[in-house]
């Protein structure tokens, strides 16, 4: 089955510093990725994603997020960390198990930056 | 995502009351999905549907049921409810062409079983 891992439940960051926000994933095939952002009270924001092509992908508000096959990882980047950055992070990967695209997601990663 | 609207965002209800959580979409996708999140777990899948005549369970379908009444609209049910089933509920839509697949979400119903 389909799956991904988030090792870490937060991530402390100074305004400023880069931030990284892991995620592993393990499918069959080659996998198509996800990250999303949860702010409070709001629903999930898409913020990039990988299909095929370039392994660092550019996506909204300055992140990106690097795809490393022999490492089977996918980690969220920013160069420099934002206060308002501060949110819940979802990697997620695609399942087409029986033929449906559906989406799996990991546990979710707070993220927390502080001024 | 204003494209996709869920009612109510808030519900507080009594243990074995039915209820029902509504989801509406202005984006023409043909899919659409209902998730839960829990703290710690992330966002699991109750059901999907991949056009009004395709229902399918997730992973997490015992006690819910669903209904797609139309393109635009899918609604979760709680027969029943129980305290388990206190959550935060995400309907999410997505577009079947090839490239499109990441998904689109509501800004969740925060459901409370007491």
């Known amino acids: 089955a389909q799956s991904v891992a988030q090792p870490e439940d937060q991530v402390n960051v100074a305004e400023g510093n880069p931030l990284t926000v892991k995620c592993t994933y393990s499918?069959?095939?080659?996998?198509?990725l996800f990250w999303y952002v949860q702010y409070p009270n709001r629903g999930l924001q898409f913020l990039l994603k990988y299909i095929t092509g370039d392994n660092l992908v550019k996506g909204s508000y300055g992140f990106e997020a690097e795809f490393n096959k022999s490492q089977t990882s996918f980690h969220l980047k920013k160069p420099s960390a934002l206060v308002s950055d501060s949110a819940l992070y979802f990697c997620a990967v695609r399942d087409i198990t029986g033929g449906y695209n559906k989406l799996i997601f990991g546990a979710g990663t707070r993220l927390a930056v502080h001024p | 995502d204003a494209d996709v609207t869920q009612t109510p965002r808030n519900r507080i209800t009594k243990t074995g009351k039915r209820i029902m959580l509504e989801c509406s979409q202005t984006k023409g996708h043909d899919r659409m999905y209902w998730y839960r999140q829990d703290p710690g777990l992330g966002l699991r899948l109750i059901y999907y549907?991949?056009?009004?005549?395709?229902?399918n369970k997730g992973e997490i379908s015992d006690g819910y049921s669903v209904s797609r009444q139309a393109q635009a609209k899918f609604s979760l049910s709680l027969e029943s409810a129980i305290p388990n089933q206190t959550a935060l509920y995400f309907c999410?839509?997505?577009?079947?062409?090839?490239?499109?697949?990441?998904?689109?979400f509501g800004q969740g119903t925060r459901l409370t079983v007491v």
């Open positions: 999410a839509t997505s577009d079947s062409g090839s490239r499109n697949t990441e998904a689109f």
């Open positions: 549907s991949f056009d009004v005549k395709d229902i």
């Open positions: 499918v069959s095939g080659n996998p198509y």
